[in-house]
């Protein structure tokens, strides 16, 4: 009987050992060791505790710190990333953006209610440079008239085009001798009593003053601001490299007005600029 218990002990030992080398194999990579290699091979023998499912001690030698992702962060983790949870992100994060974009388009709003609401929109005008310049200054010069100007210094000399019936596009070519000049186009709204091109020389950019009511005490120089036709700027007055390349431009006619082209030598103290130009209309 001792005998029979002994093959027995020695059966349910064996039983229990083999599962375990097959395990700790991390998955059947290494061969298992034999059953006298295991150092609780002599140890008597005792309830074995239930062998964990090859499947997690797998997960937990591949992980490399030995410890298995417990079900309930697995979990968490595969419900952050499930569509549902990515669809409210992103509506949230569009969302936000909606909103900024929409008080951003408040605020240009606001901007635009501020400004003067009854001026025209006079379209964007072309500009563009040549460089016959020898060429075109022999050009203006053979046609004479007022198309060879001197512009004094501290002088600003306005050029007055009204709009033609037959005309759709303004164009304006000029040049000078030696130095830059500043050169600008306004657009004066309203129809002109005088349809010829017409020459103004100002010493001063308030060169519209109204000397008749210059000196009424009652009106003063506001009032005379408010007589004055609508005016939007074409394109700013800055100085131009003109005694080095021809400068030309266009601008399509945005309504019955007049054309205001500024030659500006207020900015030179000593110098006066000889200026060539020419200005005319296509249908």
């Known amino acids: 009987m001792q005998q029979l218990y002994q093959q027995q002990l020695q059966q349910q030992q064996q039983q229990q050992q083999r599962p375990a080398a097959v ?6 990579a290494a061969e298992p060791q034999p059953v006298g290699a295991s ?3 002599a140890e008597p023998a005792a309830p074995a505790a ?3 499912p090859a499947s997690s001690q797998g997960d ?3 992980t490399g710190t030995g410890t298995a992702v417990p079900p309930a962060v697995s979990a968490a983790m595969a419900a ?3 569509p549902e949870t990515e669809a409210l992100l992103e509506s949230g994060a569009d969302r936000s953006l909606r909103e900024t974009d929409g008080l951003l388009a408040e605020s240009a709003g606001e901007e635009s209610d501020s400004g003067d609401e009854h001026v025209p929109d006079v379209g964007s005008a072309s500009m563009w440079t040549r460089k016959d310049l020898a060429e075109f200054k022999q050009a203006i010069k053979a046609e004479g008239g007022d198309a060879v100007l001197k512009v004094g210094h501290g002088e600003t000399v306005t050029i007055r085009v009204p709009t033609h019936e037959d005309g759709t596009c303004l164009f304006w070519e000029f040049a000078t001798d030696s130095y830059d000049i500043g050169f600008g186009v306004f657009f004066e709204w309203g129809p002109s009593e005088d349809s010829e091109v017409t020459i103004h020389i100002s010493e001063s950019e308030d060169e519209d003053e109204d000397p008749e009511n210059a000196d009424d005490p009652e009106r003063g120089a506001h009032a005379a601001a ?3 036709p609508l005016t939007t700027c074409v394109i700013p007055v800055y100085r131009r490299d003109c005694h080095q390349e021809v400068y ?3 601008h399509v006619y945005p309504g019955q007005g007049v054309y205001q082209l500024k030659f500006d030598n207020s900015y030179s103290l000593w110098r006066s600029k000889t200026l060539y ?3 005319y209309y296509t249908r």
């Open 23 to 28: 395990e700790t194999s991390g998955g059947g």
């Open 39 to 41: 150092e609780h091979a």
């Open 50 to 52: 239930p062998a964990a």
């Open 60 to 62: 937990a030698a591949g």
């Open 80 to 82: 952050v990333q499930t």
């Open 226 to 228: 408010e007589d004055r």
């Open 248 to 250: 030309a431009g266009s």
């Open 277 to 279: 130009y020419r200005v």
